[in-house]
């Protein structure tokens, strides 16, 4: 594995920027630029290209994520799949020199691994149960987790009914617009996959251990939502974000980790004092969304 990390850097250190409202992303096309800049700062030798960058977003069997923050490309994590297996191998990672220390590289690599092991499972379930593999969007969402610890197995789920799995949502507290009788039909139509009692048995178990790793990674990345939630509210700036229409609190921390801190990087002293024209109007907050949304300012993974 590559990795460029500074001696004796703290993986879980607390500095302040780690705890502002990092942004751990998948990379986009956008970013290559600041991703071949990072590889240049970080490795002396068998650096990633460009062109490699630009494969492993386009056509790669890979995940490619990335820290960002105040529009700046702190760290990335490069997560390598095995075609037709559920392997993954962490193949490259690097932090920026001027950002080590901060708990940047625990970020990053939480997030691969909540990915990889996602991956692995979902994989795992269309071997022989790929039903389950799509009743919910997010297979690694708690709702995903808690169906497969409940329902690990085709078998186990053969008295599964309408009735019971809308108790199991309501017990979840599941706000989805899908009904029970749709996620139903979603579990069933799906393709059939024949095994054995005893593989199916041993595949459960695989799908039981997986589920327990991953709902451990889940609850530390709902601790670390509810902390930015609570530190962007904390924040003038964030208070002003949190405003706008459907904007929320992680959307918020979103928004503000690439505006950063910094009011000499917006391009007038007007949308510097943004903040001010934003007391009473609903109005004003909406065409503030316009302006802070617009494409010579953000990425396209931020525009409407």
Not at 44 to 67: C, I, M, Q, W, Y
Not at 232 to 244: C, E, K, N, S
Not at 278 to 289: E, G, H, I, K
Request: contains cysteine; proline residues 5%; charged residues 25%.
């Amino acid at each position: 594995m590559r990795e460029a990390l500074a001696s004796g850097a703290a993986i879980d250190g607390h500095g302040d920027s780690a705890q502002r409202s990092p942004m751990i992303r998948e990379a986009t096309l956008a970013d290559i630029p600041a991703l071949v800049a990072l590889e240049n700062r970080c490795f002396t030798s068998d650096r990633l290209s460009e062109r490699s960058f630009r494969h492993l977003l386009k056509k790669g069997n890979a995940a490619l994520l990335v820290d960002t923050h105040a529009g700046l490309l702190r760290a990335y994590v490069l997560v390598l799949f095995h075609r037709n297996t559920s392997m993954a191998r962490m193949y490259s990672f690097a932090v920026d020199p001027d950002h080590r220390g901060r708990g940047l590289a625990k970020g990053v690599i939480g997030e691969a691994e909540r990915v990889a092991l996602a991956n692995q499972l979902r994989s795992l379930l269309e071997s022989f149960w790929p039903g389950a593999a799509v009743i919910f969007a997010d297979i690694a969402s708690p709702i995903g987790l808690a169906f497969l610890q409940r329902y690990p197995t085709p078998t186990s789920a053969k008295r599964l009914g309408e009735k019971r799995l809308a108790a199991f949502l309501a017990s979840h507290h599941y706000s989805s617009h899908n009904t029970a009788s749709e996620l139903l039909t979603k579990l069933r139509s799906a393709p059939s996959r024949h095994a054995a009692a005893l593989e199916e048995e041993a595949k459960g178990e695989l799908v039981a251990h997986c589920v327990s790793i991953l709902k451990t990674l889940v609850a530390r990345l709902t601790t670390l939502k509810r902390r930015i939630e609570h530190e962007v509210a904390r924040l003038p700036r964030g208070r002003v974000i949190m405003r706008f229409p459907r904007a929320g609190k992680v959307n918020a921390a979103q928004i503000l980790s690439e505006l950063g801190d910094d009011p000499g990087r917006y391009p007038s002293e007007e949308f510097a004092q943004l903040r001010p024209r934003l007391a009473d109007s609903f109005l004003s907050t909406f065409s503030a969304l316009a302006m802070w949304s617009a494409p010579s300012l953000f990425p396209d993974r931020t525009c409407p």
